[in-house]
């Protein structure tokens, strides 16, 4: 692989797996708020292990990602304040915001795993099929 996973970025993957089950299970719950706010707790800690402490605190920090931060702590404000449905889209615009940059990573990482690279790949090589037919 082209990526070294250490004990603890595996652990953050992990949390990261964790966090998202969470806070699908809260949606499909009707927005259970303390669902929602174990997978936001479980989230950014996996993304901390995963990025390093330093590297997600400049993340969060850095003055082109403030729309992005600021919208995910104002998502998080929301839940807490009993307005869940509201947090969750004010914090799925900011995470899109903040991660924007790293999808191609994410790809590059997830067509390297066996079977998960397959299913990414083939709806594409089926397009391809298809549009040019």
């Known amino acids: 692989m082209a ?9 953050g993957l992990g949390l990261i ?3 998202i089950f969470f806070t699908f299970l809260a949606v499909i719950l009707f927005f259970d708020r303390g669902l929602l706010a174990l997978g936001n707790i479980l989230w950014l800690t996996g993304v901390a292990l995963l990025l390093g402490w330093h590297s997600t605190w400049n993340l969060f920090t850095d ?3 403030y729309k992005g931060s600021g919208c995910f702590l104002l998502g998080l404000f929301f839940i807490f304040v009993r307005w869940p449905v509201v947090g969750i889209i004010v914090e799925i615009y900011g995470c899109i915001a903040l991660f924007g940059g790293f999808w191609p990573t994410v790809k590059l990482f997830l067509d390297q795993i ?5 299913i990414i790949q083939y709806p594409l090589m089926l397009f391809n099929r298809v549009k040019g037919a």
């Open 17 to 19: 797996g964790f966090g």
């Open 63 to 65: 003055r082109s990602n």
């Open 3 to 11: 990526y070294e996973l250490t004990e603890q970025k595996k652990i």
């Open 114 to 118: 066996p079977v998960v690279g397959w």
